[in-house]
Nanobody, 123 residues
C-alpha cells in the first residue's frame, strides 16, 4: 500500500503561483510513475503532469510552460510548481502513483490516490 497526502492548495489571484506537495508513505519502493490530476467543477478528472522515477516528465498542453513537476525520491515527495495561474486552473488537484514505469495520462491506470487539495484562481 502507498499513502499519498497533498498540501499547498489555496486561493490565488490570476497570474499568481502556488506549489503543491505530495508526501508518500508506506511501500513507496513500489511507486514508479507519479502524476498530478485535477477535477474542476462539473468536469471529469484530467491529467496534468507526470514524472518517472528518473525524472522523465510529461505535461498536458494547457499547462506546458507554466507548471513544473518534480520529485525528491529520498524525501518521498512530489511537487507541482504552478505559475501564471488562470481561472480555468481552478480544480481539486490529486496526486497519484503508478506501480509501473511507463508513462500514462489515464487516471484508471494509476493505483494510488491522495485525497486532493483545492486550488482556486480568482480573476
Amino acid at each position: 500500500q502507498v499513502q499519498l497526502v497533498e498540501s499547498g492548495g489555496g486561493l490565488v489571484q490570476a497570474g499568481g503561483s502556488l506549489r503543491l506537495s505530495c508526501a508518500a508513505s508506506g511501500r513507496t519502493f513500489r511507486m514508479n510513475m507519479m502524476g498530478w490530476f485535477r477535477q474542476g467543477p462539473g468536469k471529469e478528472r484530467e491529467f496534468v503532469a507526470a514524472i518517472s522515477w528518473i525524472s522523465d516528465r510529461t505535461y498536458t498542453d494547457s499547462v506546458k510552460g507554466r507548471f513544473t513537476i518534480s520529485r525528491d525520491n529520498a524525501k518521498k515527495m512530489v511537487y507541482l510548481q504552478m505559475n501564471s495561474l488562470k481561472p480555468e486552473d481552478t480544480a481539486v488537484y490529486y496526486c497519484a502513483a503508478r506501480q509501473t514505469a511507463s508513462i500514462s495520462e489515464e487516471p484508471e491506470e494509476y493505483d494510488y490516490w491522495g485525497q486532493g487539495t483545492q486550488v482556486t484562481v480568482s480573476s
